[in-house]
């Protein structure tokens, strides 16, 4: 339980990101706390509950979930599961008159993303996609210097976002299994540069082309480890990203201008992003400028962004149709990469 003035969220599924990112940032929440747990696995809860305080009362499994409707002390669910049951809890919670926070993926197909919207718009519940960046002071100053006239004309963005994917450990399990993650490497790692491309530039891309990028790594069976996407935008501007699941984490934008290049690196990590703006002097030296922030915490900032636009009556910065846009550009780009032929978006 915690004081009644606060906005209660159930975590379902009791995984790496709940535990060592989500759970712990309540402490720093001024709006939200935890007042509930959904989980396959009754030890586990049990032992989560008791280090957060949580009444034995206020757990639940994935077959009792829909018990959460008689709880008051639910206000919202925050799904942490692997994708492809992002669409079930969410369409479930909503029946049971819950906010939804949802993580990325928002689902595997975009179909599901509809549903989950109609759900929620049926409920009068809002829908909010876990894009914590928005969150990062560092993601916001580099939107409002890309909005800006300091880059002169945006001519190209690139994004990297890479990790080296553990096939033993549970996480790695079910990120390779096409069933439960919906694809590889680009609906896990490659989100963030589309959907950092998308709120870096305010603009949606006319057309994909993409390729997938052979592996002979015998894990890559049903997902894939590394794609390469080109998007092409009306005002011009070209966008390249890369993604993958075999390499060092990296996390890297850069949007180029005729004037300045913006740089994020890393640009999407959980603690250590970094903004830099960088301009040519006499086209041989370049002036370098990094920005300095206090380090804000984007998971405490993210939980409690959901009682604010609800108390507020405003959109959360990442909405349900954000979280669909990827996905449709996210089809795009495997439809251009299995076929080899350019998509229009
Ligand atoms: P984990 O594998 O660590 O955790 C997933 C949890 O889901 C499990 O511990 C389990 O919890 C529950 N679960 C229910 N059914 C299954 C199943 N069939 N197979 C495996 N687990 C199941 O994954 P992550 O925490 O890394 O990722 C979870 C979600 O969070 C994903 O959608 C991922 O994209 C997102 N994520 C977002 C991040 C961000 O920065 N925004 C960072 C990391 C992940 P239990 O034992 O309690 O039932």
Same mark, same amino acid.
């Given at each position: %339980?915690?004081?009644?003035?606060?906005?209660?969220? %159930?975590?379902?599924?009791?995984?790496?990101?709940?535990?060592?990112?989500?759970?712990?940032?309540?402490?720093?929440?001024?709006?939200?706390?935890?007042? %509930?747990?959904?989980?396959?696995?009754?030890?586990?809860?049990?032992?989560?509950?008791?280090?957060?305080?949580?009444?034995?009362?206020?757990?639940?499994?994935?077959?009792?979930?829909?018990?959460?409707?008689?709880?008051?002390?639910?206000?919202?669910?925050?799904?942490?599961?692997?994708?492809?049951?992002?669409?079930?809890?969410?369409?479930?919670?909503?029946?049971?008159?819950?906010?939804?926070?949802?993580?990325?993926?928002?689902?595997?197909?975009?179909?599901?993303?509809?549903?989950?919207?109609?759900?929620?718009?049926?409920?009068?519940?809002?829908?909010?996609?876990?894009?914590?960046?928005?969150?990062?002071?560092?993601?916001?100053?580099?939107?409002?210097?890309?909005?800006?006239?300091?880059?002169?004309?945006?001519?190209?963005?690139?994004?990297?976002?890479?990790?080296?994917?553990?096939?033993?450990?549970?996480?790695?399990?079910?990120?390779?299994?096409?069933?439960? %993650?919906?694809?590889?490497?680009?609906?896990?790692?490659?989100?963030?540069?589309?959907?950092?491309?998308?709120?870096?530039?305010?603009?949606?891309?006319?057309?994909?082309?993409? !390729?997938?990028?052979?592996?002979?790594?015998?894990?890559?069976?049903?997902?894939?480890?590394?794609?390469?996407?080109?998007?092409?935008?009306?005002?011009?501007?070209?966008?390249?990203?890369?993604?993958?699941?075999?390499?060092?984490?990296?996390?890297?934008?850069?949007?180029?201008?005729?004037?300045?290049?913006?740089?994020?690196?890393?640009? !999407?990590?959980?603690?250590?992003?970094?903004?830099?703006?960088?301009?040519?002097?006499?086209?041989?030296?370049?002036?370098?400028? !990094?920005?300095?922030?206090?380090?804000?915490?984007?998971?405490?900032?993210?939980?409690?962004?959901?009682?604010?636009?609800?108390?507020?009556?405003?959109?959360?910065?990442?909405?349900?149709?954000?979280?669909?846009?990827?996905?449709?550009?996210?089809?795009?780009?495997?439809?251009?990469?299995?076929?080899?032929?350019?998509?229009?978006?």
């Amino acid at each position: %339980a915690c004081e009644p003035r606060k906005f209660g969220y %159930a975590i379902v599924g009791l995984g790496n990101y709940a535990i060592n990112q989500i759970l712990p940032a309540f402490s720093e929440c001024q709006h939200a706390c935890v007042t %509930a747990l959904v989980s396959g696995n009754k030890e586990k809860s049990n032992r989560i509950a008791e280090q957060y305080g949580i009444e034995k009362s206020h757990l639940y499994s994935y077959e009792d979930f829909d018990k959460i409707a008689d709880d008051p002390e639910i206000d919202a669910v925050y799904i942490i599961l692997p994708n492809s049951l992002h669409a079930e809890f969410t369409i479930r919670a909503f029946k049971a008159g819950k906010h939804v926070l949802c993580e990325k993926p928002m689902a595997v197909t975009v179909e599901e993303c509809q549903n989950m919207i109609k759900a929620g718009k049926e409920a009068g519940k809002k829908l909010m996609i876990g894009y914590r960046c928005h969150f990062d002071p560092v993601t916001q100053k580099a939107i409002s210097i890309a909005c800006g006239d300091q880059l002169g004309k945006l001519k190209i963005i690139e994004t990297t976002n890479a990790q080296m994917l553990n096939p033993t450990d549970s996480a790695g399990q079910w990120r390779l299994n096409k069933k439960l %993650a919906g694809g590889g490497s680009l609906i896990d790692n490659g989100i963030y540069g589309i959907n950092g491309s998308r709120y870096l530039l305010n603009e949606d891309p006319i057309e994909v082309k993409a !390729t997938f990028v052979p592996t002979d790594n015998p894990i890559f069976k049903e997902v894939e480890d590394r794609i390469l996407w080109a998007m092409f935008y009306r005002s011009g501007v070209v966008s390249h990203g890369i993604c993958s699941y075999s390499t060092n984490v990296t996390s890297h934008f850069s949007l180029i201008g005729d004037k300045a290049t913006l740089l994020l690196d890393p640009a !999407t990590t959980y603690w250590a992003n970094k903004v830099s703006l960088r301009q040519s002097m006499h086209h041989i030296s370049s002036f370098k400028s !990094t920005f300095k922030f206090d380090q804000l915490n984007q998971f405490s900032a993210q939980l409690d962004h959901l009682p604010i636009s609800i108390a507020r009556k405003s959109e959360t910065l990442a909405t349900g149709e954000e979280g669909m846009q990827d996905l449709r550009l996210i089809k795009a780009i495997y439809e251009a990469a299995y076929n080899n032929s350019s998509v229009s978006t």
